[in-house]
Nanobody, 122 residues
Framework: QVQLVESGGGLVQPGGSLRLSCAASGNIFSINAMGWYHQAPGKQRELVASITSGGSTNYADSVKGRFTISRDNAKNTVYLQMNSLKPEDTAVYYC????????????????WGQGTQVTVSS
């Protein structure tokens, strides 16, 4: 019923920047918290940053001061601006959203995007 589509990943040199985007579409009544997670090979998926519908943000300690999460509620889109990238930022980045869907009533569901690869290497 709801799809999250990420874009913006790729290969970048250490110290470089990338901007990830995630657009939600489908039977959306509203979107509550949105976030970005990453998962490196052999590791668990971890929260990178999150943002509430009101704009309050939360970041993993490893990305504070380097990454910025933002959202455009009119476009149902969340962004992750990644600056000063390090090789240890290399991972698949996943978008997540708690989305309220109207069916027989209003229900909140958890949705994930398909992931986008970010590789930081010289």
């Amino acid at each position: 019923q709801v799809q999250l589509v990420e874009s913006g990943g790729g290969l970048v040199q250490p110290g470089g920047s990338l901007r990830l985007s995630c657009a939600a579409s489908g039977n959306i009544f509203s979107i509550n918290a949105m976030g970005w997670y990453h998962q490196a090979p052999g590791k668990q998926r971890e929260l990178v940053a999150s943002i509430t519908s009101g704009g309050s943000t939360n970041y993993a300690d490893s990305v504070k001061g380097r990454f910025t999460i933002s959202r455009d509620n009119a476009k149902n889109t969340v962004y992750l601006q990644m600056n000063s990238l390090k090789p240890e930022d290399t991972a698949v980045y996943y978008c997540h959203a708690y989305t309220v869907v109207r069916t027989t009533g209003l229900y909140e569901y958890s949705y994930w995007g398909q992931g986008t690869q970010v590789t930081v290497s010289s």
